[in-house]
């Protein structure tokens, strides 16, 4: 298929570059001049299909390529990691990773591991280091969670408390990994001072503690470890017709103002808060805690006078007779604002199960409710990326246009 | 007239945890669908501070702040028994603390399809759970429905 082939290319260029970039260390000897250097190949291919445990729509996907530090045979790429930038750092799925990455050991002792928190359940499995490669680019050593990892399958009760489904194979995780790629450098932020039930100190695998840990020890969003074009992101996606398609492939664009294929250009800026959230007004409301989300598979939010699906199974999904096009401002925390965005709401029911768009799993009107202890949020997800170029810088990171963390389109 | 006179839960609270440390773990494992006077055990189980209680129309909230900062709510019916419970924060609070005999359920309750990591909602009989957010902000809420005090805004309930 095409999309893969498109992948085995992008494959081809990483492991091409990487051995340039190789060598290097050692004493003694001539060293050869060096060759000039061309751009660093800074554009991974990606796409939208089913997701390997067939039950994916609206999830976008890429392939990683992670070594065991230092090695350069010790190798393995995987495909069907989620881009995901409402979260931060590389997450593998033991049950398809070929290699044994080392764990992190912490100075106090005892081996690095971490109970990741989704909303409808968490993951368990150690921080490992891995070299990290996408397209041309390299990340050393990056801290990265080996998520239901056979060593370490005794969960801490106070992780498996905080409820829901464990998220530890392919089969529940809905990928065999996801790339936490968003506006930020590390998954907790402060958790080298606060303990927040995210990161624990196993003495013996079957026996771990909640610990503090070093920012740099922490699961890293591996572009903020890449030697170049480390500043954030950009994904671009092809405008998809209403009705969707069945995938959809587009690139995500490493580096932002950093080379000819990255430029800001007259992109809008709008930062976002201390938890990456933005403002958007929907029904003449202001939303204070919204966010733009490439990890979200629909468009969520609350709308009393949309009706939504009868059947049981999708009944968090909007039902509307007639397709509804509605519009919505986003302004960021720099008060930035964009007006005049419009977005469809289909009928979810028709959209999932008749014919053609029943095989189809690029779905841009596929929309449902938040509860409505959360009237605050507005949820844009995957489908905000279709037919646009969105930029996504990294905190303190800066760019022609201005400083993460942001997002600009 | 408030349901309750503020200085009850805090003598509440110190019967509570004379109790619980008679007592052991049995009284501290409940909070929805329990007396209010768990919520007590649960700010003890959680390592965590009662941050305030308010006495709202027809019901009364216990806010606990969390150590690893996840604010926490308790919901209390005119009939003393916790209803509700709801949270946001940066992590998800001890759920098997605080909805007691219900979590279980929760926990063992098929989730959606397609695949959604964002959102939870889960009706099974009188449970109803709740949540949506992202990495470092996470929210959501459990209640019982037959347990609403009459006349009670689901808005509220955050």
Known sequence: ?409 | MPLFRPNDIRIAAHLSALLVAALGPRLACATLGEPEITVQSDVAQLRASIKSSEDRVGFRVHEIQLPGGTLLREFVAPDGNVFAVAWNGPTKPDLRQALGKYFDIYASAPRATPKDRRHMNIQQGDLIVQGSGHMRALSGRAYLASALPSGFNLGELH
Not at chain 1, 348 to 366: K, R
């Open chain 1, 1 to 409: 298929m095409a999309f893969m082939r498109a992948l085995r290319v992008g494959l081809g260029a990483a492991i091409c570059v990487s051995a340039i970039s190789c060598g290097g260390g050692g004493g003694g000897g001539t060293t050869p001049i060096p060759p000039p250097p061309g751009p660093t190949a800074n554009t991974a291919s990606v796409v939208v299909d089913q997701g390997p445990s067939a039950n994916s729509v609206n999830t976008l996907f890429t392939s990683v390529k992670v070594c065991v530090p230092g090695s350069t045979t010790s190798c393995q790429t995987i495909d069907h990691i989620q881009v995901d930038t409402g979260s931060y750092g590389l997450r593998l799925l033991a049950p398809v990773l070929t290699l044994t990455l080392p764990v992190e050991m912490l100075s106090g002792g005892g081996s690095l591991a971490e109970c990741t928190q989704f909303v409808d359940g968490y993951s368990w499995g150690p921080v490992a280091l891995a070299d990290v490669q996408m397209a041309g680019e390299t990340g050393k050593s990056v801290p990265v969670q080996v998520i239901g990892d056979s060593r370490f399958t005794s969960v801490p009760a106070q992780c498996s408390s905080t409820g829901g489904t464990q998220e530890d194979t392919v089969a529940t995780f809905g990928a065999n990994g996801i790339l936490g790629i968003g506006p930020f450098e590390t998954d907790c932020g402060d958790c080298d001072k606060v303990v927040r039930n995210i990161y624990y100190a196993c003495a013996t695998t079957s026996n771990c503690v909640e610990t503090l840990v070093p920012t740099a020890m922490q699961t890293t969003n591996p572009v903020t470890r890449f030697a170049a074009d480390n500043n954030g992101i950009i994904i671009d996606l092809p405008t998809v017709a209403n009705a969707g398609a069945v995938t959809l492939t587009g690139s995500l664009i490493f580096g932002i103002d950093t080379q000819s294929d990255n430029k800001s250009g007259t992109q809008t800026v709008l930062t976002v808060d201390g938890t990456a959230e933005l403002a958007m007004t929907f029904n003449g409301t202001t939303l204070a805690n919204s966010f733009i989300d490439s990890g979200s598979n629909g468009i969520f939010f609350a709308d009393s006078n949309i009706v939504t699906c009868t059947n049981p199974n999708i009944n968090t999904f909007y039902c509307p007779a007639n397709t509804l096009t509605l519009g919505l401002s986003i302004q960021g925390a720099n008060g930035v604002m964009v007006n005049n965005l419009t977005f469809n709401v289909g009928d979810a029911q028709t959209i999932l199960s008749t014919a053609p768009t029943n095989t189809y799993f690029v779905l841009p009107e596929l929309a449902g409710t938040l509860p409505a202890g959360n009237a605050g949020t507005f949820d844009y997800g995957l489908a905000f990326f279709y037919g646009k170029r969105v930029a996504v810088a990294v905190e303190g990171n800066k760019t022609s246009v201005g400083t993460g963390p942001y997002f600009a389109f």
